[in-house]
């Protein structure tokens, strides 16, 4: 039940911490207070991390942090800590390392016991009030650790410097080894054999959209003509369409489907998510032309612009998994509602193409999916007037919370995937969405000199910039620059690449650090290359650095570049196919390496040069255009342009390959002949 005195976390901006602003357990964010608190009273520390959106939190909290005998038992014997793992990323992950590294597996809410020196004991992820099953509960557990810490608190700091000392060591490399293209093909095996060859998508259920496998497997197509792979990201993405993880009705993808098929869905939407899954859909098009993916690709980001947007630019995180206390109510519908909304006749047909059933396929209620083959035929017109109807209908039964929350990192997923989209498809209102979320963080996650703030909410920016926000905030200038070529974009991605290096860069060991050196300091300092949900910072900032090496021609993008895959070359080596952001860099390296120069006189391209281009990945071409207004600053960062002349009637292109550069050519069909005999 909600307490009427509200804790510390009133005070605070994250509608995840405010979430819990009211709960009996007195909680502190985390800071010096919590900790000092702590040591004063000679108490352990409990500390909780979760989200917004997640249903198991939420369930926590209802029976646990609501419950007035689990919060008497906290504010008696310890300090009680809640973060928001999306405000402090650097917090997650090394407290997620501790719960993977203590019981093998790690998920949210996270529960870790720890000294007031910030050194973990115990961890793990969702706890009952009480014991049921395998899960110990709260009520039996909080007691045992604090008679521990009062009784036996030799073996507990132990157990805390023994983690610290591995958390420590884990990141430093312990031998290099020579990558190759066989890394591209143990990664490709390893795909093939975990491959769902009736359902898409790779393992069993739960299962994930993995879009940085999907991304990895249409670049090996693109650049082998890989069959299999490109069969592999096909099938997936139109099974994930069919499925109920895409909602049929709003757009927009949920975060995972608890089974095989797609069907049921983990139904909280995570910007993230359909920032990268845009960019796949997106990809996948140019390879193989299906008409479902610029229909996912115009639905998901419609969805994006109308539930997930701040009317001045920026994106929101998340919508919850839950209205009123039930997961998945919002999204799912009866016969009956279907009939109601959409009349007789038309609800009839509907309730057959999307396999809407008297007994439900889901808690007896159902998932619009299209899993199922129908022979019912809806014109266009008319499934977009229904799914309207059925939108505004949902949105009047019922609600769903939105964590309103402005992230750098995710906002600059979705400006890269709206730039690719805009180049791709010709649309240029995609292009304005992107431009104004890039104002957005620009006016308020961005400071004078560049560096970047992590996260804005309810008018505050805060926390430094962390590895994620400056990489993909690169790559998202890198974008914009890509289908604008605009010059104001190489900049803001050159000075973000720079901070990058002088922040995060591990010049000893090579690789980036998850947060900044004058940062605050952790126990430890994770530097991670795998790919989870999103691609690894580390990732990320590979393909940034091949971008602006192969742009500019600056070896000290080529030497970080080198540095952090031979320090992270033996865990690459040892299981390729974890880590297939990082292989799409890899595997560009090993192909000959081309850079476009084009001259100009006017300072944007002819349409028929844009559409060319947008079937071109950057890391496949290096493209700079120079005009007589930026002729100088091309040659401050890439003096290699200044051979170039812009010539005052034509549009002039120049394209080299491994250091040898083919005469000029001065039209689009030219080019396109040129590119085409080099690929």
Not at 259 to 273: G, I, R, T
Request: a negative charge; hydrophobic letters at 35%.
């Amino acid at each position: 039940m909600p307490n009427s005195n509200p804790n510390k976390l009133i005070h605070e901006k994250s509608p995840y911490l405010l979430q819990h602003a009211h709960n009996p357990v007195h909680w502190y964010p985390w800071g010096a207070e919590a900790f000092d608190k702590a040591r004063s009273e000679d108490k352990p520390v409990f500390l909780s991390i979760g989200y917004a959106s997640c249903h198991w939190c939420h369930v926590m909290e209802e029976e646990s942090f609501e419950d007035p005998q689990v919060a008497d038992l906290l504010n008696k014997d310890f300090i009680s800590i809640k973060v928001d793992r999306e405000e402090r990323p650097d917090i997650d992950a090394v407290y997620m390392s501790v719960c993977q590294a203590m019981t093998g597996s790690g998920g949210w809410p996270m529960s870790v016991f720890l000294t007031p020196d910030q050194k973990p004991f115990f961890a793990a992820t969702y706890l009952p009030k009480t014991s049921r099953y395998h899960l110990t509960g709260l009520i039996e557990l909080l007691p045992q650790i604090s008679a521990l810490w009062k009784q036996d608190r030799f073996r507990l700091l132990q157990i805390g410097n023994e983690i610290t000392e591995h958390l420590n060591t884990a990141g430093t490399p312990y031998g290099t080894v020579s990558l190759t293209e066989k890394e591209i093909s143990k990664a490709l095996d390893a795909l093939k054999d975990s491959y769902d060859k009736y359902f898409g998508g790779f393992g069993t259920a739960p299962k994930f959209p993995t879009p940085s496998i999907l991304l990895f497997l249409l670049q090996q197509y693109r650049q082998t003509g890989d069959q299999d792979s490109l069969l592999m990201a096909e099938h997936t993405l139109k099974r994930m369409f069919q499925g109920g993880i895409f909602d049929h009705i709003g757009g927009g993808f949920s975060r995972y489907s608890t089974d095989a098929q797609w069907l049921v869905p983990h139904f909280e939407k995570m910007l993230y998510d359909n920032a990268l899954l845009t960019q796949t859909y997106t990809e996948a098009y140019l390879s193989c032309k299906d008409p479902i993916f610029p229909e996912t690709v115009a639905s998901t980001i419609s969805y994006v612009q109308k539930e997930l947007s701040h009317p001045e630019g920026g994106f929101y995180c998340s919508q919850d998994a839950d209205s009123e206390g039930e997961e998945g109510k919002y999204y799912t519908f009866s016969v009956e509602e279907i009939l109601e909304v959409l009349g007789a006749e038309k609800g009839k047909a509907y309730c057959r193409r999307y396999d809407i059933t008297d007994y439900g396929n889901f808690e007896a209620k159902n998932i619009p999916n299209l899993l199922k083959e129908s022979d019912v035929f809806i014109s266009p017109e008319e499934l977009k007037q229904m799914k309207q109807f059925l939108y505004e209908y949902r949105r009047n039964r019922t609600s769903l919370f939105t964590d309103k929350k402005i992230l750098t990192s995710w906002n600059c997923l979705m400006i890269s995937a709206l730039s690719e989209a805009a180049s791709v498809f010709g649309r240029s209102d995609y292009l304005k969405t992107a431009r104004k979320a890039e104002a957005f963080l620009d006016r308020y996650l961005k400071k004078e000199n560049g560096l970047l703030f992590l996260r804005w909410c309810d008018g505050e920016a805060a926390y430094d910039g962390q590895l994620d926000d400056y990489a993909f905030y690169c790559l998202a200038m890198l974008s914009l620059y890509r289908v604008t070529f605009s010059d104001d974009y190489l900049k803001k991605a050159i000075q973000a690449a720079g901070h990058m290096i002088s922040l995060f860069y591990d010049a000893q060991h090579g690789g980036f650090f998850l947060y900044s050196k004058k940062s605050e300091k952790l126990i430890a300092r994770p530097k991670e290359l795998y790919d989870g949900a999103l691609p690894s910072g580390n990732s990320a900032a590979l393909q940034a650095l091949s971008m602006l090496y192969h742009m500019t021609g600056d070896r000290r993008y080529r030497d970080c570049m080198d540095q952090t895959f031979a320090c992270f070359s033996a865990d690459l080596s040892a299981n390729p196919s974890a880590y297939c952001s990082a292989l799409m860099v890899l595997s560009t390296e090993f192909l000959t390496s081309r850079q476009l120069v084009i001259t100009s006189k006017k300072e944007s391209l002819p349409e028929e040069f844009q559409k060319l281009l947008s079937k071109y990945h950057p890391l496949d071409l290096a493209v700079l255009v120079k005009t007589e207004q930026n002729k100088d600053y091309l040659a401050s960062i890439a003096p290699f342009t200044e051979e170039y002349p812009v010539q005052s009637d034509k549009v002039s292109c120049y394209l080299c390959q491994n250091q040898t550069c083919s005469a000029p050519v001065y039209d689009a069909r030219s080019l396109h002949d040129l590119l085409q005999a080099a690929d």
